[in-house]
């Protein structure tokens, strides 16, 4: 967690700051990032709570390409409505490829090819897919990016009955995740712009940002499954196409929303669920043996507690290391200070930063109750 | 788990065939391919062995962008070597972009920016990313594909010893996941082509298909840190270029290499560790309420067992789901057939095909046991 005291001149908003700060993100070219162990671990987290609440709604992941031909995009008729940030590139053998923002066309020729009946409905698919675009003005850091991680999910529905079941699970699913990642957000309804479709409504973090949409969510109906010519056989032994939806998340996006939403004059306060490690154990001055034994053992018996736990065993001033402890937002603290010739440490909050000494063979026992509540 | 009983024309491996076969791929285009839900399921659970045995070696995880400035290439000198088989495109910006299909300039660059010291050493970074390939000849399904799914490691060291210990450590992580993925390998010196370096070696999968390397390691030496600068201060306060390994793993190959070395004249025999589901449970006649309500109930145990469980509950003959079930290489079958009167479900096993007959309430602890195993 390579740590600084300054910004990057380019870096417009406090999470992009913080990012870059708290040595979570690298930048590599312009809207081009690398993720860091310790925002990679957010990214991670993040990425998890999207997964258990998607398969909660009885969506089932796969994984498509991000290469895609360009002739399922004339299918769909909506190659020559995507403007330059789609990524293009003619192959060695002369074939329009792409790099799909999206995946509607793929996703509807999978299901036209493996599904016909409406005895196999309805089906909701999803991915978490690295998606690129050629941004005009990358900005805002991994928010405004040109490449990124989203969650896509398609359903495919025999009745408008049914999208709206779906779609209505999705909107529940995103409200859990969003509020599980610690975003306070606002829902509202949207344009559908090149995804098309007849309604949608999206999910806006908020925070300072300017752009911070963290989730869209669209009733697609035929759109694509007429196009397409992706039909099923109804009840009746009538040929239908599907009645689609799909609905979007930034998970990427979530991890920026969510600094936007929680920190200080000090740094980032990372909700608890997301956080990259949920305690730091800091000896006061590494140059005394017994505080750094007591904070090495500590170490341990959260390791072995399968508690994610870091330890700042370097030689520096304690003031610097509270300082980069603030800064990368670890929820709790355990510092091993002078109160240690009385068996005791200090367990410090990060949110709200209350304090309390605890008998370090108890330091366990309060951090696990606190991570349980 | 879409089965058919006919592969693709243009299957030219068994573990291409079976894998389209089982329901595992998708085809989009040439060389690029869906991992259908199993198939995804079976990935997932190779990426896991590969991190598990990366973060035991001390590597550290993070995620560098698939997209890279050709600036770096520059420096490295690299972008003239590289052929065809590189994706490039000039960005609304009129910068040269690529699609890197290895991190050696990105990971050096990070380092440079992030590491000065001897005490930060040593350090290995990994990922797990998809790469992008134009391949002349697409072949042997996702073997030989244009996009994939690679673990590539970087080692930084402040000597040639520090570079024999991490080297070491990584071909020993590297055993533990082809024999933990049920493969058998060889280790071969290899030519360390335009990676450079001055000694590699490649794992190669034994199996029909012609292709297969699964995992290459290389001594770099300073070829990178040299040409691109990256400099540490040594013990004597000297500036030195950093010594770096690098040490790349085909996930999605290990996929295909695991079928070529486990499969029968029926289909796949998952090995455990990676198969996509442990159990099935197979209901011989779903007319039967008695064999349905069981099947059902055994489902239901397996799940709240945290056993990861198939119903076969499709209106079809025992034959036919038996077929899917050796097709599909689920490692347990349970099957509630006629014993059902005597309270007895089948217990079959996929390797060997041995056959057990078990009391229903003993299924479960039966199941876990061999698991265990």
């Known amino acids: 967690m390579p740590t600084s005291k300054e910004a990057p001149s380019d870096a417009d908003t406090i ?75 003619t192959d060695r053998h002369k074939r329009l490829m792409l790099f799909g923002p999206t995946h509607e066309e793929v996703v509807t020729d999978i299901v036209r090819k493996n599904y016909n009946s409406w005895k196999q409905l309805p089906v909701i698919l999803y991915q978490i897919q690295t998606k690129f675009r050629d941004e005009m003005r990358p900005r805002f850091g991994i928010v405004r990016s040109r490449e990124f991680l989203m969650k896509d999910a398609y359903s495919f529905e025999m009745n408008e009955e049914g999208l709206d079941i779906s779609y209505g699970k999705m909107k529940e699913a995103y409200k859990n995740i969003f509020s599980g990642c610690g975003l306070d957000f606002s829902i509202q309804q949207a344009d559908s712009g090149v995804i098309g479709g007849k309604f949608s409504e999206e999910f806006v973090a908020k925070g300072e940002c300017p ?39 930034g998970v990427s996006r979530i991890v920026a929303a969510a600094i936007e939403g929680n920190y200080d004059e000090k740094g980032i306060i990372w909700p608890v669920s997301i956080a990259p490690f949920k305690v730091i154990v800091i000896p006061a001055n590494t140059e005394n043996s017994q505080m750094l034994e007591t904070a090495e053992k500590l170490y341990k018996s959260f390791t072995d507690s399968n508690i994610e736990v870091l330890l700042d065993d370097r030689n520096e001033s304690a003031g610097s290391k509270f300082a980069d402890a603030d800064l990368c937002g670890i929820p709790l603290w355990v510092i091993v200070g002078r109160k240690i010739t009385e068996g005791k440490a200090e367990i410090r909050i990060r949110r709200g930063r209350k304090s309390e000494d605890v008998e370090t063979g108890r330091v366990i026992e309060w951090v696990s109750d606190f991570l349980n509540r």
Not at 44 to 58: L, P, Q, S
């Open 15 to 89: 999470s992009h700051k913080l990012m870059s700060r708290a040595g979570l993100i690298d930048k590599t070219s312009s809207g081009v990032y690398t993720y860091l162990p310790a925002g990679y671990r957010v990214l991670r987290k993040v990425e998890d709570i999207v997964r258990k609440e998607m398969n909660r709604t009885g969506a089932i992941e796969i994984l498509m390409p991000a290469l895609q031909p360009a002739n399922l995009w004339k299918e769909s008729g909506r190659l020559d409505k995507m403007g330059e940030e789609m990524i293009r590139f």
């Open 211 to 249: 752009e911070l949409e963290v989730g869209h969510i669209f009733k697609l109906g035929t759109q694509y499954s007429e196009s397409m010519k992706a039909f099923f056989v109804d009840r009746n032994g009538e040929e239908k196409p599907f009645i689609m939806g799909c609905y979007g998340i």
